[in-house]
């Protein structure tokens, strides 16, 4: 029973789970290993190595030569550290907004005291850069723009080139949500102009959730130590952190140890698979689950040529119970989906496939889960047409 402590051996457990939803996703074995060793101090000679291999592991997989660092939190504390280490009380800052994120990221930076345009666009279709350049001549003196690159909340990838082209004439900050992205989609800083990118562990790179990997400029780290007011944030403060994870090695706070030796597990397992072939398997397992769900005829929320590969936003057929549906995939097959956000709350289904969710035999399960649960919540399917079609997609090559 759920709420009593299961003590068989020895220690509390909790019972296993597929998890098909926006985070967090299925943590690698090896990750979980690495995270039983025994502890060590956050300024042994031995840990240090362990940090310097995730800031040179990180920047492969954030595709940059410049700064790298894992914040101590989850994906909402890389998006804190970088609005109040790049924003002063009174900075403009215009923001893309165009999902329950970017509503959070608006929030944050509205706390910062920061002067925070936002720019609105309807969910579930990319951001159009028209609206950022029209900003960019409405408005003077704008420190930063930002955006996210895959709104988990709609499931649509945002281009970034073109919004990064538009900052950068007007020479201000670009800052970007890569929380779903990094290492199931293509994200490279340097190549893209980003000023700044946050992620979390738990999303593509298949650790527990906890850590916030970063990536910044050196435009950005000049910046913030040419700021006139200390951030308000002294635990995100980015430049106290970068003296830590730089040389300097200048103590700031006790590194979560365990979740740093989780990390660099994750990213060498990244990195060992190949960010492009780690790409191409998000890509595939996305096609054939969207044919699953087509079979079933339900419809995605993002339009075909904009979809992201880690998270599938699905309507909810009219008359069907969402929490009968999750909470019967849950008990009878363990398996975790996601439900709508903000404006989507109890209209769409969220099914993610990131990092070591993203397989076969999950998108399988589900489908077939799906095939047996929906009828009894009164929408009824062809029994194995689901599954046929995303076997399709498999025997394809
Ligand atoms: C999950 C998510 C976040 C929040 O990350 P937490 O790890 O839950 O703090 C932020 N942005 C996007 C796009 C996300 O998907």
Partial sequence: MAHEINRDRGISTIPPRILMGPGPSMAHPRVL????????????????????????????????????????????????????????????????????FCERMVDMAER?????IP??????KPFPEELLEKALRTHTDVKMV?????????GVSQPLEALSALAKQSETLFMVDTVTTLGGNE?????????YAYSASQKCLGAPPGMAPVAFSDKSLNRIRDRDTKPSSWYLDLNLLSKYWGEERVYHHTAPVSMLLGLREALSIVLDEGLKERYERHKKNARALVQGLQALGLKTVAPEESRLDQITPVWIPEGVDDDLVRGLLLE??????????????????????????????????????MERILPRAGYEV?????????????SED
């Fill in 382 to 394: 062809a029994v194995g047409e689901a599954v046929s079609a995303a076997s399709r997609v498999y």
């Fill in 33 to 100: 290993q690495a995270m039983m060793q025994n502890m060590i101090g956050y300024l042994d000679p031995d840990f240090i190595t362990v940090m310097d291999d995730v800031v040179s592991m990180l920047k492969k997989v954030f595709g940059t030569t410049q700064n790298t660092l894992a914040i101590s939190g989850t994906g909402s504390a890389g998006m804190e550290s970088g609005l109040s280490s790049l924003l002063e009380p009174g900075d403009r800052v215009i923001m893309c907004v165009y999902g329950f």
């Fill in 146 to 154: 930002t955006a996210i690159h895959g709104e988990t909340s709609t």
């Fill in 332 to 369: 009878e097959d363990s398996i975790e989906i996601g439900k709508g956000l903000g404006d989507f709350a109890g209209r769409v289904w969220r099914i993610g496939l990131m990092g070591e969710s993203s397989k076969k035999e999950y998108v399988l399960m589900l489908l077939s889960a």
């Fill in 187 to 195: 994200v490279t800083v340097d190549r893209w102009e980003i000023d």
């Fill in 119 to 124: 720019i609105r666009a309807d969910w579930g």
């Fill in 112 to 116: 910062i005291g920061a002067e925070v």
